[in-house]
């Protein structure tokens, strides 16, 4: 990728006015010469790739404030480009006379955009566009689980999958477009069994990558957990206690929780998105009704269902019932039996006969970790979690989705014995969906939109 040297750029790289130092970012051509003209200190001549220098920022006669400068000489930088960060004091007045005075210098310098350290790094090849966009999901994970995500596709263990397959694509490609140059004398320089085996080893790559967008989305966002039941069987209750705060109103009124409650909890750094939601039942109570119907959608979209039944009172026959509909959501579920403190043993045996429950006492707290650790075991079982490679990003799922779609199009061709030509087209939409993912096909729109979503200093 060529060299990218556009205008001299800086920002405030740390939140302004929180903590003790502030960090000021300057990145281009004339980087160290800005800064060398509002600093006293030893002369900013850097021979190796980065340098520390300690003195101050002056404005004519003024002293702004005492500074250490990190001086990274290109292409040993982030941007690759000349580099100089300033570590301040975080004062908010401070910061903002060494902004003003760095954009007054005879030396044309501007504020960067958002994201735009990160574009640069990107257009001057410091990594692909998969692994820029992994810089602001690491930014942003607030788990375990988001945070290795991110850190591995940072890292280009994504990129690398991607590109070997999009370089085997390739070679079979030039194959067919040389046919295509023979296309009188009828030769086949691809031969088709090959490229049939060679799409088919694509395709058992793509689909655990596209099918690990769903649990992906979650792990970013959190997995959507809904806890459902009839009334009064200990859902605001089980809610509250999974949370250790009073956030549910918990009354022996049936109907109590009409709307949804929801909130966060992290276990061995997996978010889980907790939904309390009103009781299944019939009602003529057109709130209540309206939270029914409510609480069936959310179940429908859940990654994983905490179904709560009350285990002194429920009947065989009803638990059954339940079951039988539980089975027919095809969504992931834990069938969770309250009030184990007062449930008879013979009870609590005659249900076991016919169903796996997790036993608990919501109001007295006991054996909540041990629907913690089945709750993580519902995650897991999934088996992206330890060291596979998960898709967070919609826009790599779709390209993934839509590289899969035209290699399925090649194969229908090959069967149907179709011409080189048609191949060719097919081929060239799955390597530019591939290419599109890394940025080895790409266009400003799509950077800019990208880069935007950056926050500014990054």
Request: proline share 2%.
């Given at each position: 990728?060529?060299?990218?040297e556009?205008?001299?750029?800086?920002?405030?790289?740390?939140?302004?006015?929180?903590?003790?130092?502030?960090?000021?970012?300057?990145?281009?051509?004339?980087?160290?010469?800005?800064v060398?003209?509002?600093?006293?200190?030893?002369?900013?001549?850097?021979?190796?790739?980065?340098?520390?220098?300690?003195?101050?920022?002056?404005?004519?006669?003024?002293?702004?404030d005492?500074?250490?400068?990190?001086?990274?000489?290109a292409?040993?930088?982030?941007?690759?480009?000349?580099?100089?960060?300033?570590?301040?004091?975080?004062?908010?007045?401070?910061?903002?006379?060494?902004?003003?005075?760095?954009?007054?210098?005879?030396?044309?310098?501007?504020?960067?955009?958002?994201?735009?350290?990160?574009?640069?790094?990107?257009l001057?090849g410091?990594?692909?566009?998969?692994?820029?966009?992994?810089?602001?999901?690491?930014?942003a994970?607030?788990?375990?689980?988001?945070?290795?995500?991110?850190?591995?596709?940072?890292?280009?263990?994504?990129s690398?999958?991607?590109?070997?397959?999009?370089?085997?694509?390739?070679?079979?490609?030039?194959?067919?477009?040389?046919e295509l140059?023979?296309?009188?004398?009828?030769?086949?320089?691809?031969?088709?069994?090959?490229?049939?085996?060679?799409?088919?080893?694509i395709?058992?790559?793509?689909?655990?990558?596209?099918?690990?967008?769903?649990?992906?989305n979650?792990?970013?966002?959190?997995?959507?957990t809904?806890?459902a039941?009839?009334?009064?069987?200990?859902?605001s209750?089980?809610?509250n206690?999974?949370?250790n705060?009073?956030?549910?109103?918990?009354?022996?009124?049936?109907?109590?929780?009409r709307?949804?409650i929801?909130?966060?909890?992290?276990?061995?750094?997996?978010?889980?998105?907790?939904?309390?939601?009103?009781?299944?039942r019939?009602?003529k109570?057109?709130?209540?009704?309206?939270?029914?119907?409510?609480?069936?959608?959310k179940?429908?979209?859940a990654?994983?269902?905490?179904?709560?039944?009350?285990?002194?009172?429920?009947?065989?026959?009803?638990?059954?019932?339940?079951?039988l509909?539980?089975?027919?959501?095809?969504?992931?579920?834990?069938?969770?039996g309250?009030?184990l403190?007062?449930?008879?043993?013979e009870?609590?045996?005659?249900?076991e006969?016919?169903?796996?429950?997790?036993?608990?006492?919501?109001?007295?707290?006991q054996?909540?970790?041990?629907?913690?650790?089945?709750?993580?075991?519902?995650?897991?079982?999934?088996?992206?979690?330890?060291?596979?490679?998960?898709?967070t990003?919609?826009?790599?799922?779709?390209?993934l989705?839509?590289?899969?779609?035209?290699?399925?199009?090649?194969?229908d061709?090959?069967?149907?014995?179709?011409?080189?030509?048609w191949?060719?087209?097919?081929?060239?939409?799955?390597?530019n969906?591939?290419?599109?993912?890394?940025?080895?096909?790409?266009?400003?729109?799509?950077?800019?939109?990208?880069?935007?979503?950056?926050?500014?200093?990054?």
């Open positions: 990728m060529a060299f990218y556009p205008d001299t750029i800086f920002s405030l790289a740390t939140p302004n006015g929180t903590g003790a130092i502030g960090v000021i970012r300057i990145s281009g051509k004339h980087a160290i010469e800005i060398s003209s509002i600093f006293k200190g030893k002369t900013l001549t850097v021979p190796t790739k980065q340098q520390v220098f300690f003195g101050s920022i002056y404005y004519e006669s003024e002293i702004i005492e500074v250490i400068l990190t001086v990274f000489r292409p040993h930088s982030f941007t690759k480009e000349d580099t100089v960060e300033i570590s301040c004091h975080n004062s908010r007045y401070i910061v903002h006379r060494i902004l003003e005075l760095l954009q007054r210098q005879t030396l044309y310098a501007r504020l960067a955009k958002p994201g735009e350290f990160t574009q640069r790094a990107f001057n410091r990594f692909d566009l998969a692994q820029a966009e992994a810089i602001a999901d690491l930014i994970s607030d788990t375990k689980a988001s945070h290795h995500s991110a850190l591995n596709q940072m890292r280009g263990g994504f690398k999958d991607i590109q070997l397959l999009r370089q085997k694509l390739i070679e079979f490609a030039a194959l067919l477009e040389l140059d023979f296309g009188e004398e009828d030769v086949e320089f691809a031969d088709r069994n090959d490229l049939k085996k060679l799409i088919d080893e395709q058992q790559t793509l689909l655990p990558l596209i099918q690990s967008f769903q649990l992906g979650s792990l970013k966002d959190g997995i959507p809904v806890i039941g009839k009334p009064n069987v200990g859902k209750t089980l809610l206690t999974l949370l705060e009073e956030r549910a109103i918990v009354s022996d009124i049936p109907g109590t929780t709307d949804l929801e909130d966060e909890i992290i276990l061995e750094g997996i978010k889980f998105r907790i939904v309390d939601t009103a009781g299944l019939e009602t109570d057109t709130i209540e009704a309206i939270g029914v119907e409510r609480t069936q959608q179940m429908k979209k990654s994983i269902i905490l179904y709560v039944f009350d285990a002194t009172i429920i009947s065989l026959i009803e638990l059954k019932t339940y079951l509909e539980l089975d027919s959501l095809s969504i992931p579920y834990l069938l969770i309250n009030k403190d007062v449930l008879e043993i009870k609590k045996v005659a249900i006969s016919i169903a796996n429950v997790i036993w608990i006492s919501a109001s007295k707290k054996h909540i970790d041990s629907l913690k650790q089945a709750m993580l075991q519902q995650v897991q079982a999934t088996n992206f979690i330890a060291g596979n490679t998960i898709i990003n919609i826009r790599h799922y779709e390209h989705h839509q590289t899969y779609e035209a290699l399925k199009k090649v194969l061709k090959i069967n149907r014995h179709v011409t080189s030509d191949l060719a087209l097919d081929i060239r939409d799955a390597l969906h591939l290419g599109a993912i890394t940025g080895e096909i790409t266009n400003d729109d799509l950077l800019a939109t990208i880069f935007s979503k950056f926050c500014i200093g990054k």
